[in-house]
């Protein structure tokens, strides 16, 4: 059974790089019927859309993040990865990594699959 | 990229039929139909209850229902049951491969 599994520092200073890593088990990363993502939750509040990555290697991220976030893959590890420069205290929240998959009719959708999620709080 | 709407909160009791909307725009639910909706139990992950509008996952039971009309999505949850007061969030398609979330509904069994 493919599980997810992600990691990181729980504590980031200001202005610093939030990175996490996912660990897939179970399943393999570079499948072409799925893609990754990351979505993060603010405590108390409602889950957005970070990024994803596909099997091409290809990216994608939200608008307003764009400018400072950064997901990869790495296929011998077999896990992705999360980089959010330049943190601030409104980046904290638990952060997920996600599994996407693909349709029958060649759409894709999201979140058939989730981590447990790890909390990240950013603060001096 | 704005975040999908949903109510706040809703109530119902055991037994009765309740439904939760997620208002989008033209630039997602009113373009696209790959909308899914998610049931958080406090302190876990969201789990996959509807995806492609109106389709189960395996295992999802079939008091779980989703439609979609126009700029609105809908879940609706038949036969009430104390187990299922939890967060429920819509995600929507917005193009180029980006998706949105709505703000979440805190559902209240009575």
């Known amino acids: 059974q493919l599980q997810l599994q992600e990691s990181g520092p729980g504590l980031v200073t200001p202005s610093e790089t939030l990175s996490l890593t996912c660990a897939v088990s179970?399943?393999?990363?570079?499948?072409?019927?799925?893609?990754w993502g990351w979505v993060r939750q603010p405590p108390g509040k409602g889950l957005e859309w970070i990024g994803s990555?596909?099997?091409?290697?290809?990216?994608y991220y939200k608008p307003s993040l764009k400018s400072r976030v950064s997901i990869s893959v790495d296929v011998s590890r077999n896990q992705l990865s999360l980089r959010l420069n330049s943190a601030t205290a409104a980046d904290t929240a638990v952060y997920y990594c996600?599994?996407?998959?693909?349709?029958?009719?060649?759409?894709?959708?999201?979140?058939?699959?989730w981590g447990q999620g790890t909390l990240v709080t950013v603060s001096s | 990229q704005s975040a999908l709407t949903q109510p706040a909160s809703v109530s119902g009791s055991p037994g009765q039929s309740i439904t939760l909307s997620c208002t989008g725009t033209?630039?997602?639910?009113?373009?696209?139909?790959?909308v899914s909706w998610y049931q958080q139990q406090p302190g876990t992950a969201p789990k996959l209850l509807i995806y492609?509008?109106?389709r189960r996952p395996s295992g999802i039971s079939d008091r779980f229902s989703g439609s979609k009309s126009g700029n609105t999505a809908s879940l609706t949850i038949s036969g009430l049951q104390a187990e299922d007061e939890a967060d429920y969030y819509c995600?929507?398609?917005?193009?180029?491969?980006?998706?949105?979330f709505g703000g979440g509904t805190k559902l209240t069994v009575l």
């Open positions: 492609d509008a109106n």
């Open positions: 995600c929507s398609y917005a193009g180029n491969r980006n998706w949105v």
């Open positions: 033209s630039s997602d639910l009113g373009t696209y139909s790959l």
């Open positions: 990555i596909y099997s091409s290697g290809t990216t």
């Open positions: 179970g399943g393999s990363v570079s499948s072409s019927d799925y893609f």
């Open positions: 996600a599994r996407g998959f693909l349709l029958q009719n060649f759409d894709w959708s999201i979140g058939d699959l």
